[in-house]
């Protein structure tokens, strides 16, 4: 998969991340859109390679994944692409993982099943947030 160019001109980028197959498609159905790129990886570590090799504007990630939990993964994304958005998607929303996540201040956290409006909402308001100011 080629990552966007850097250019003023691109759209922002979304990229879900999550180990489980189905939750990736719905995720890809219900975040589908003319206002963004969306880029989906079932991978954490080749995640992260993109967010440091491109212009990602948010980072959607399941928690539980086997190869590192979505905190983790959102954290790494906080230190090396500091303007880019986290949002933590969780089928356990219990006290630990809120508190993980309030610790690795991540953007959002989703309770699963979502909602896709407010999937979506969510995402638009984000992506918002962190455009870039000025003209």
Do not use: C
């Amino acid at each position: 998969m080629v990552l966007p160019e850097k250019s003023e001109e691109t759209r922002p980028t979304v990229l879900v991340v999550d180990d489980d197959a189905q939750t990736l498609s719905a995720l890809q159905r219900a975040l589908r859109s003319d206002t963004y790129a969306l880029l989906a990886t079932d991978d954490p570590f080749m995640a992260l390679e993109w967010v440091k090799s491109g212009e990602i504007s948010l980072v959607i990630a399941d928690e539980f994944m086997p190869a590192m939990l979505g905190t983790e993964l959102l954290w790494a994304v906080r230190i090396a692409s500091p303007n880019t958005a986290t949002v933590l998607l969780t089928g356990h929303p219990q006290p630990a993982v809120m508190f993980r996540g309030f610790q690795r201040r991540v953007d959002l956290i989703l309770a699963k099943p979502w909602e896709d409006r407010a999937l979506r909402e969510s995402t638009l308001r984000l992506l918002e947030e962190r455009a870039p100011r000025g003209h």
